[in-house]
C-alpha cells in the first residue's frame, strides 16, 4: 500500500532558529498536505500543495511539492514557542489522505 | 465556514459495551468522510471511508463488524464501537471532504475499562 515516510521524527530546537522537515512517498500523490497536531485535538491544515514544483508560503512556513510529485518539504522560519507540536505530512490520492508518521517539535527557551 | 463537529470529545466505557461517536458537517454537506485511529504517538491511520447512502468501505484490516458506520445523511456520519475492549481505547477522529479539501474534527478519546 501506500506509505509516506516524514523525517525526522522528533526535532529539538533553539527558539528563533528555521525547522526543515520532509516526506517521501512510494508512489505518487495529486495533493501534499501539511497538518499540525496540538494535543488532544484533531490536525488542522497548514498548506496544501496542487502542483509539482509548487512553493507555498503561509507566513513563516514553507512548503514545496516535488517535481516527481513523490516528495515534500516543509519550512518553518524564526520558530517561536507555539509552533510546538506534531507536524504531519498527507498525501491525498484516490480520494482518500495517508498521513506520515509526523515530526515532533520541541522548542528550547 | 467548513467546520466539523464530532461529538463527544472523551468517552469512557466498560468493556463488552458500544460506544457511538458522531461526526457532523455543520455549514457543508459532506457525501464523503473519513473515520482514523490514532494511537499514542502514532500517526492517524485511515479505518474506514464513510459515503452517505451506502456501505462504508473499510481499510485491510478493519474489522467491519466492530466498526460499525452508518453515513445516513449528507451532514453526518457515526461510528460504533461495538463489544469495545481495552485495545480499542484510542483517539478517533473524523474527517469530511469538501469541495476543496478535507476538514478534521477535534477527535474523540475512547477509553475502554
Known amino acids: 500500500g501506500q506509505q509516506l515516510n516524514q523525517s525526522p521524527q522528533s526535532m529539538f530546537i533553539q527558539e528563533g532558529e528555521d525547522v526543515s522537515m520532509n516526506c517521501t512517498s512510494s508512489s505518487i500523490f495529486n495533493t501534499w498536505l501539511w497538518y499540525k497536531q496540538e494535543p488532544g485535538e484533531g490536525p488542522v491544515l497548514l498548506i496544501a500543495l496542487y502542483k509539482a514544483g509548487e512553493l507555498t508560503s503561509n507566513g513563516r512556513l514553507t512548503a514545496q511539492f516535488g517535481i516527481t510529485r513523490k516528495d515534500s518539504f516543509l519550512n518553518i522560519s524564526a520558530s517561536i514557542p507555539s509552533d510546538v507540536g506534531i507536524y504531519f505530512c498527507?498525501?491525498?490520492?484516490?480520494?482518500?489522505?495517508?498521513f506520515g508518521k509526523g515530526t515532533r517539535l520541541h522548542i528550547l527557551p | 465556514g467548513a467546520v466539523v463537529s464530532q461529538h463527544p470529545s472523551r468517552v469512557i466505557c466498560k468493556s463488552g459495551t458500544s460506544v457511538k461517536i458522531e461526526c457532523r458537517s455543520l455549514d457543508f454537506q459532506a457525501t464523503t468522510m473519513f473515520w482514523y485511529r490514532q494511537f499514542p504517538k502514532q500517526s492517524l491511520m485511515l479505518m474506514a471511508t464513510?459515503?452517505?447512502?451506502?456501505?462504508?468501505?473499510?481499510e485491510q484490516g478493519v474489522e467491519k463488524d466492530k466498526f460499525l458506520i452508518n453515513h445516513a445523511s449528507l451532514t453526518l456520519s457515526t461510528l460504533t464501537v461495538t463489544s469495545a475492549h481495552p485495545e480499542d481505547s484510542s483517539f478517533y477522529i473524523c474527517?469530511?471532504?469538501?469541495?476543496?479539501?478535507?476538514?478534521f474534527g477535534s477527535g474523540t478519546r475512547l477509553t475502554v475499562v
Open positions: 464513510s459515503n452517505e447512502g451506502s456501505k462504508a468501505t473499510y
Open positions: 474527517s469530511a471532504r469538501r469541495i476543496y479539501g478535507y476538514t
Open positions: 498527507a498525501g491525498q490520492g484516490d480520494d482518500k489522505i495517508i
